[in-house]
Structure formats: structure tokens, C-alpha cells
């Protein structure tokens, strides 16, 4: 069975700094890509970073130079560090996963909350 555990969440000031971590478990990490994915109240969804498997990244351009996104196979997890954050990056965030061979299943992680005071 397919898990991803968020941490590292809370509240923290305007340009101020988190780093949240997802821990997978049931997957052979080193063959999916993940990803990183917030809502805020009242807004739909959105991708905020993503790595392949082979460690390409992206990012939503409302984070690039702020945020970064990275992986470690050896422990099954992926990081998404914040920097200079904003309130407007107030938001639930949600780690995903997906194989490289079954691309259009997705898996979600029960979320973390990310709360940033100006």
C-alpha cells in the first residue's frame, strides 16, 4: 500500500523559512516522479514543484528562486524547501507521487499546514 507522510508544516513569519519533507512508503521510490501541491481557502489546487525520477525539476512560477524541490532515494523522501515566504503562500500542501510506468495514478499524502503571518 502506497503512503506518503507530509511533515514540517506551521506557522512562520513573512520571509521566513520551512522545510517540509514526505516520506514514502509501499513504492520503489527511485522510479516515480513527485511533486509538491497546495490549495489555499477558497482556490482550487495548484502545482507548486515537481521532480522526475531522474531528478529534472519544475516549479510554478509564483515560487521559482524561492523555493526548491529535492529527493532522496536512499531515505524515500522528498523535500520542498521554502525561502522568503510570503503569506500568500499560506496554504495546505500536499506531497504526490506517480510511477514512471503508470503516470495517470496519483498518489496523495493527507497534506500539511503551512501558515505564513505578515
Known amino acids: 500500500q502506497v503512503q506518503l507522510v507530509e511533515a514540517g508544516g506551521g506557522l512562520v513569519q513573512h520571509g521566513g523559512s520551512l522545510r517540509l519533507s514526505c516520506a514514502a512508503s509501499?513504492?520503489?521510490?527511485?522510479?516515480?516522479?513527485m511533486g509538491w501541491y497546495r490549495q489555499a481557502p477558497g482556490k482550487q489546487r495548484e502545482l507548486v514543484a515537481g521532480?522526475?525520477?531522474?531528478?529534472?525539476?519544475n516549479y510554478a512560477d509564483s515560487v521559482k528562486g524561492r523555493f526548491t524541490i529535492s529527493r532522496d532515494n536512499a531515505k524515500n523522501t522528498v523535500y520542498l524547501q521554502m525561502n522568503s515566504l510570503k503569506p500568500e503562500d499560506t496554504a495546505v500542501y500536499y506531497c504526490?507521487?506517480?510511477?514512471?510506468?503508470?503516470?495517470?495514478?496519483?498518489?496523495w499524502g493527507q497534506g500539511t499546514q503551512v501558515t505564513v503571518s505578515s
Open positions: 504526490t507521487g506517480n510511477s514512471d510506468y503508470a503516470p495517470q495514478m496519483v498518489n
Open positions: 521532480i522526475t525520477s531522474g531528478g529534472r525539476t
Open positions: 509501499g513504492i520503489i521510490f527511485s522510479i516515480y516522479a
